[in-house]
T-cell receptor, first 114, second 116 residues
C-alpha cells in the first residue's frame, strides 16, 4: 500500500534562511507527488506537483521540489524563507485505485523566527 | 470566485445530533471528494464521487452518508454525531477520476466540526 513519511514534525528556521522539508514515499508504480500548504485556520493550497519529466519542479511562492526515485524522496526547498511561510506543509502521493486519491504524510509544521 | 466552497465553515453541535456539510465546485470538474483531518492534522480520504457516482468509500462508519445531487455538489450528512467526529472536513474536486498531469485535486477551505 502507498504511504508517505514526513520525518520532521516541526521545524524552526530564521527568516531569510534556506529551508528543506523532507518527504519519503512508498508506492509500487510511478508516483504522482504533491506538496500542499495549510496556513492556520485555512484550507489546503497546492504548492507544486510532479507527474513526469524534469525531476526538479518549480512551484508557487518560490518553492521547488526534487523527485529522487532512487531515494523515494520528494523534498521541498526554498532558498530564503519569509515570515509568511509559517504554516503546515503536507506531502502527498497520488494513488490510483479505481479513482485518484491522495495519501498524505503527517505534515511538517514550519515556524519562522524573526 | 471561490473554486471549491463549503458551508458551514464552523459548526459546534451536541452529541447525538445530525448535521450536514455542503460543498459546491464551480470548476466544471467531474470528480469530488471528502477528506477528514483529525486533531493531529492527519488527512485521510473518506469518499469520492465521479459524476454523481460513488467510486471511493474508505472505511467510514455508515453514520456518514455522502450525497451528490449533481456533479457540482457533494454534501456530507452525519447522523448521531460522536465526540470522535470532531475534525476538519475538506471537500475537494478534480477534473476527472484518473491521475495525470492535468488532474490536480483542489481543496475547499474546510469545515471545522466540534462535537460537545
Amino acid at each position: 500500500a502507498q504511504s508517505v513519511t514526513q520525518p520532521d514534525i516541526h521545524i524552526t528556521v530564521s527568516e531569510g534562511a534556506s529551508l528543506e522539508l523532507r518527504c519519503n514515499y512508498s508506492y509500487g508504480a510511478t508516483p504522482y507527488l504533491f506538496w500542499y500548504v495549510q496556513s492556520p485556520g485555512q484550507g489546503l493550497q497546492l504548492l507544486l506537483k510532479y507527474f513526469s519529466g524534469d525531476t526538479l519542479v518549480q512551484g508557487i511562492k518560490g518553492f521547488e521540489a526534487e523527485f529522487k526515485r532512487s531515494q523515494s524522496s520528494f523534498n521541498l526547498r526554498k532558498p530564503s524563507v519569509h515570515w509568511s511561510d509559517a504554516a503546515e506543509y503536507f506531502c502527498a502521493v497520488g494513488a490510483i485505485q479505481g479513482a485518484q486519491k491522495l495519501v498524505f504524510g503527517q505534515g511538517t509544521r514550519l515556524t519562522i523566527n524573526p | 470566485d471561490t473554486a471549491v466552497s463549503q458551508t458551514p465553515k464552523y459548526l459546534v453541535t451536541q452529541m447525538g445530533n445530525d448535521k450536514s456539510i455542503k460543498c459546491e465546485q464551480n470548476l466544471g470538474h467531474d470528480t469530488m471528494y471528502w477528506y477528514k483531518q483529525d486533531s493531529k492534522k492527519f488527512l485521510k480520504i473518506m469518499f469520492s464521487y465521479n459524476n454523481k457516482e460513488l467510486i471511493i468509500n474508505e472505511t467510514v462508519p455508515n453514520r456518514f452518508s455522502p450525497k451528490s445531487p449533481d456533479k457540482a455538489h457533494l454534501n456530507l450528512h452525519i447522523n448521531s454525531l460522536e465526540l470522535g467526529d470532531s475534525a476538519v472536513y475538506f471537500c475537494a474536486s478534480s477534473q476527472d477520476r484518473t491521475g495525470g498531469s492535468g488532474n490536480t485535486i483542489y481543496f475547499g477551505e474546510g469545515s471545522w466540526l466540534t462535537v460537545v
